[in-house]
Nanobody, 123 residues
Framework: VQLQASGGGLVQAGGSLRLSCAAS????????MGWFRQAPGKEREFVGS????????LYVDSVKGRFTISRDNAKNTVYLQMNSLKAEDTAVYYC?????????????????WGQGTLVTVSS
């Protein structure tokens, strides 16, 4: 599966952005989807994930209550709604697909990756 992330940009602290990740292929609904981010000089960090049906999600503690992952299997797209953004959310955001359970925070366990979209939050 090929993934294309979009929606990044520059936003002020406290603002919102919605990232999208469009997938190619007819098997999108068989993959759990995850979002990761990588800030300059830091390791890639798990942000959240969603199950194949969209019924279950998992988030890193730092984004709980601010970020929401959803998916539309009819459109082969997964979303990351980001509210109350903080300067520390600045990073390149990646979507990823995993042929297995959504309950994985480890990036080596994801099989396919999008190219990343830059989110910059100004304070």
């Amino acid at each position: 599966v090929q993934l294309q992330a979009s929606g990044g940009g520059l936003v002020q602290a406290g603002g919102s952005l919605r990232l999208s990740c469009a997938a190619s292929g007819r098997t999108f609904s068989t993959y759990a989807m995850g979002w990761f981010r990588q800030a300059p000089g830091k390791e890639r960090e798990f942000v959240g994930s969603i199950s194949q049906s969209g019924g279950s999600t998992l988030y890193v503690d730092s984004v709980k209550g601010r970020f929401t992952i959803s998916r539309d299997n009819a459109k082969n797209t997964v979303y990351l709604q980001m509210n109350s953004l903080k300067a520390e959310d600045t990073a390149v955001y990646y979507c990823a697909a995993r042929a297995g359970t959504y309950y994985s925070r480890r990036h080596p366990e994801y099989n396919y990756w999008g190219q990343g979209t830059l989110v910059t939050v100004s304070s």
